[in-house]
């Protein structure tokens, strides 16, 4: 929250886009009214008969002006308004403005949907390509599990991850270190593997950092020799002092959780004394670990996240994700932090715990080298569907997380969105609003406006999870499909931290402002989303609890800093609705495992359905496989490059090469443009090639090596 202004704005933006026109069709916009909110409210019935025209495709529905009438609005509101009491989640819908005979022709396909996420569930092979099964679910319900054997797998895995958690937050797994205790965690991995552990990371992490055990003990061997001098007489009483105490090391958030957990048992001081002691042990249990992650394959990203750890690197937990244990960043980045732990002299093996499929080339390299430990990626668990298997649940757990709770806020979503009955479906309303707002091909924008510092990277979530998911070239019938119809692309805007949607829409769409003026007042910064390039639709991510309870003051009479957040919220979202803008707004009571485990479930089924809606492979990557490829490939033209090089480079007298003869002798003439990337690329990272003449002007390049030992230069 970076403005001065005072005028809050969303945690994170992120634009999912189309790249190619829609049909003309889905284009056409009439202006007819609506029919009454009755009428809507029976169509929404999945028990009523479908009032359209069936005949009539879906995408030649007419999309008509959205109801603007206050009273007919609140009633949309009212009947269309999913609340799911157990998870305090609700779900808005009335400001996309699908019509009844839209939800009507919507109907059917829904059904189909949901009947295919039933065999998906009961372990149909739906990823054909590679023959796996889909089962994100059975891991918050194993009950589920096609087979007694795979049910075993996965309660087993989760014991073992709370007991090694446990181990490593009690001090009973240590590093070798004098250290004597884990305080860090470095994460390796990326996309499916990194994106759910950050999200929930920031999303829950404890505020405070991690406790220091030597500072506690002195802390807490003072407070005890005082204690008998203590004039406490109630647990109240004492529970205060004690609260005190100990929320003076700033640790207030364990604190807390340990406080409740022996409060309403104490009754004499004697007995609280005792109480105390024991406490002392359990609160052990809640020294957690930082943590950190290296998500790429940037080598100044990496020497940072490994310089930021110092010296404790000697008391860092390794966490190296990556399903197929063969992910090009991934190992990348294992190997330079094996490098960092041999210059600092560290056995990494000690330290370092592999999270993969069972013989993968990772997981037969920390068998071979001894890891500390080894936790399984199931095949039947997609990348980016696996926050809630041991990608996300160990990192979370070392955090001092609750992913028991993670699990069951996931679950009970996952009963609320197996119903079919629409309107009671939260992950089938939001694959309708998507179908709606982009004409089911991709026609407009998706911008996820997380309202809370805490979600800031919940969008950058689900841009893998949409992305890769949707963004799909072929349908499964293997037709190519209408444009790039599914794929929503991204405009990742958490390169600012302050993650203003006014900074992405008006860089990208609303050339006519300047972005500062954006931020001097909320009248200017709502004019401009108004005003601006109307390809997009919202969904706004809202919490109604603004901090814990008894924290929150008044900043001026009767406002607090929370009600100047949920203001801009509500403003932006009536501003937008009025210019035709349409969104959704998913609301949680709050922030916590439970929200967080439930928030995962609703957006991979309603992936998942909305797959079924366009009828495309929603577990199946294979433009990310093309692009791995593509990757792979320039790195080979780069040592055949080498080659010639040497060769040319070897002989008396040495024979410079230009461009063209490069090309030539690779036999690739068609690629001199990345022949020139790569020797540049080279030349600006001092390695042993020389490129004489001028980069801003190509063809008088002339390049040869410095040294002439190929085997050195390829090792
Ligand atoms: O877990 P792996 O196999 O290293 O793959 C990492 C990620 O890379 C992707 O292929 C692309 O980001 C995702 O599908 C996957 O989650």
Same mark, same amino acid.
């Given at each position: ?41 029976? @169509? ?8 359209? *025209? ?37 779900? !808005? ?128 061997? &003072?407070?005890?020799? @005082? ?11 004492? $529970? ?14 364990? /604190? ?44 100044? %990203? ?32 294992? $190997? ?51 926050? &809630? ?13 609750? /992913? ?24 089938? &309303? ?11 091909? %991709? ?10 510092? @805490? $979600? ?95 924290? !929150? ?17 509500? %403003? ?35 992936? %998942? ?52 003869? /490069? ?15 790569? /020797? ?5 990272? *001092? ?29």
């Amino acid at each position: 929250m970076a403005s001065i202004s005072g005028v809050c704005s969303p945690s994170s933006a992120v634009r999912l886009r189309r790249s190619l026109p829609v049909p003309y069709s889905v284009h056409l916009r009439h202006i007819r009214p609506l029919r009454s909110v009755a009428d809507l409210h029976r @169509s929404s019935s999945a028990s009523s008969a479908p009032s359209a *025209d069936a005949s009539l495709p879906v995408e030649k529905v007419e999309k008509r002006s959205i109801e603007k009438n206050p009273i007919n609005l609140w009633h949309r509101y009212v009947d269309w308004l999913y609340q799911h009491k157990e998870l305090g989640l609700f779900l !808005d819908v009335s400001r996309i403005g699908f019509t009844d005979e839209f939800f009507d022709l919507m109907e059917p396909r829904l059904q189909k949907a949901f009947v295919a996420m039933q065999d998906l569930e009961k372990g149909a092979i739906a990823n054909p390509d590679e023959g796996r099964m889909v089962g994100h679910y059975w891991l918050r319900n194993s009950k589920l599990a096609p087979t007694s054997f795979l049910r075993l797998q996965i309660e087993n895995t989760l014991d073992s991850i709370c007991k090694f958690a446990n181990d490593v937050i009690s001090a009973k797994i240590k590093p070798p270190s004098p250290a004597g205790r884990f305080t860090q965690v470095l994460s390796v991995g990326i996309g499916g593997s990194a994106l759910g552990p950050q999200f929930v990371a920031e999303a829950l992490a404890p505020d405070n950092p991690p406790l220091k055990i030597v500072e506690l003990k002195k802390t807490l061997a &003072l407070f005890l020799d @005082s204690a008998s001098h203590f004039p406490l007489h109630s647990s109240g009483r004492w $529970l205060m002092a004690l609260r005190k105490m100990l929320t003076s090391l700033a640790y207030i958030r364990c /604190i807390n959780v340990v406080c409740m957990s022996i409060s309403g048992k104490m009754t004499s001081f004697a007995w609280q004394a005792t109480r105390f002691k024991s406490m002392y042990f359990n609160f052990c249990f809640f020294v957690v670990c930082q943590i950190r992650f290296i998500d790429n394959t940037d080598p100044a %990203g990496i020497d940072h996240q490994i310089a930021q750890l110092g010296p404790e690197l000697a008391s860092t937990l390794v966490i190296v994700i990556s399903k197929s244990g063969g992910t090009p960043e991934t190992r990348n980045g294992l $190997l330079e932090v094996q490098k960092a732990f041999r210059e600092a002299g560290l056995d990494f093996s000690k330290q370092g715990v592999a999270i993969t499929q069972e013989n993968s080339l990772l997981d037969n390299t920390a068998k071979i080298e001894g890891w500390l430990a080894r936790f399984p990626m199931f095949d039947w668990v997609g990348g980016r569907t696996s926050e &809630l298997s041991a990608v996300g649940l160990l990192p979370a757990a070392l955090q001092g997380i609750d /992913i028991k709770e993670m699990l069951a806020g996931a679950s009970l979503m996952d009963e609320a969105t197996r119903l079919s009955v629409v309107k009671n479906n939260p992950a089938a &309303l939001l694959a309708l609003c998507w179908y709606w707002a982009s004409d089911g091909v %991709g026609s407009k924008d998706m911008v996820v406006l997380p309202y809370k510092d @805490s $979600l800031l990277l919940f969008s950058r979530y689900l841009q893998q999870l949409v992305m890769e998911s949707l963004g799909k070239e072929f349908d499964l019938n293997g037709n190519r499909v209408c444009s790039i119809s599914f794929g929503w692309f991204l405009y990742d805007s958490s390169a600012s931290q302050l993650a203003y949607l006014e900074h992405e829409l008006l860089i990208k769409d609303f050339q006519c402002m300047e972005i500062k003026e954006a931020r001097t007042s909320m009248r200017e910064y709502i004019q401009q989303l108004r005003e601006g390039v109307h390809n997009f639709f919202v969904t706004f991510i809202e919490v109604l609890r603004d901090r814990p309870p008894g924290h !929150d003051w008044e900043l001026e009479p009767g406002v607090t800093c929370g009600d100047y957040l949920f203001g801009m919220l509500q %403003g932006t979202r009536s501003a937008l609705y009025a210019n035709d803008r349409e969104s959704i707004t998913v609301t949680v009571q709050e922030v916590t495992p439970r929200s967080v485990g439930a928030l995962i479930a609703l957006y991979e089924r309603a992936v %998942g359905i909305y797959a079924q809606l366009v009828n495309i492979n929603a577990y199946h990557q294979p433009g990310v496989e093309a692009g791995k490829k593509a990757a792979g490939e320039v790195l080979a033209l780069q040592k055949r490059i080498l080659t010639v090089l040497s060769e040319a480079s070897c002989k008396l007298p040495v024979e410079p090469l230009s461009l063209e003869e /490069i090309a030539e002798r690779c036999h690739v003439p068609e690629q001199i443009e990345m022949i020139y990337k790569i /020797i540049a690329h080279m030349a600006a990272n *001092d390695r042993a090639l020389i490129a004489e003449g001028s980069c801003g002007s190509p063809r008088s390049i002339k390049v040869y090596l410095g040294e002439c030992n190929i085997d050195e230069l390829l090792a």
